[in-house]
């Protein structure tokens, strides 16, 4: 069994811890932070699995951006123990944020990743859609959650930091109570 909770700020040292134990150092040097820094995360769909232990094995994480001034989700990063690895834990975390992230009613997501990978999700390479450099294009991928989302949305890949889109993420952050939110689930199906 697992714990299955939404990101507090009590949760950030540990997942920050794992997120430097499972990327190389100077992750937050990419172009994807730039586009979090200073940003608030969208609350909800920022997901930790805690293990019997109550240790955070595996966290996956999201942020607003702007393609062609269209609202987008920034998937990332995602992260799980080097033990726990290959167990499922990724690609649960993967299918339950995207199921509540349309819940919610954002239409397109994006992410920097391998395509082989992400592909088995439904993200695939999105041309015409610019991360900050040095991004390699084949590794910007999308999904659409709306059927036609992405079909149009095209440009460079924008920070949102717009004072309505913060006072919206926090109105949400605020009308979930995330310490509440937990759920136990059972251990992921690997196949």
């Known amino acids: 069994m697992y714990e299955l909770c939404p990101e507090t700020d009590d949760d950030t040292p540990e997942i920050e811890a794992l997120m430097d134990l499972c990327f190389a150092p100077g992750r937050t040097a990419l172009s994807s932070y730039r586009l979090r820094d200073g940003v608030p995360k969208v609350a909800p769909l920022c997901l930790c699995l805690r293990d019997e232990t109550d240790a955070v094995v595996a966290a996956i994480r999201y942020w607003p951006v702007r393609v062609g001034e269209r609202p987008v989700l920034l998937l990332g990063p995602v992260a799980v123990h080097p033990t726990a690895q290959g167990e499922g834990l990724g690609a649960f975390l993967m299918r ?43 590794r910007v991928l999308g999904l659409e959650l709306v059927s036609g989302a992405w079909v149009g949305v095209r440009g460079d890949v924008l920070r949102e930091d717009s004072p309505d889109v913060r006072a919206a993420l926090a109105e949400i952050e605020a009308s979930v109570d995330l310490r509440q939110a937990c759920i136990e689930v059972e251990a992921p199906n690997q196949h």
């Open 96 to 138: 339950e944020s995207l199921a509540r992230a349309g819940e919610m009613g954002w239409a397109r997501v994006m992410l920097v990743g391998d395509a082989p990978y992400y592909g088995r999700f439904g993200f695939a390479r999105l041309d015409g859609v610019v991360m900050p450099p040095p991004t390699n294009p084949d």
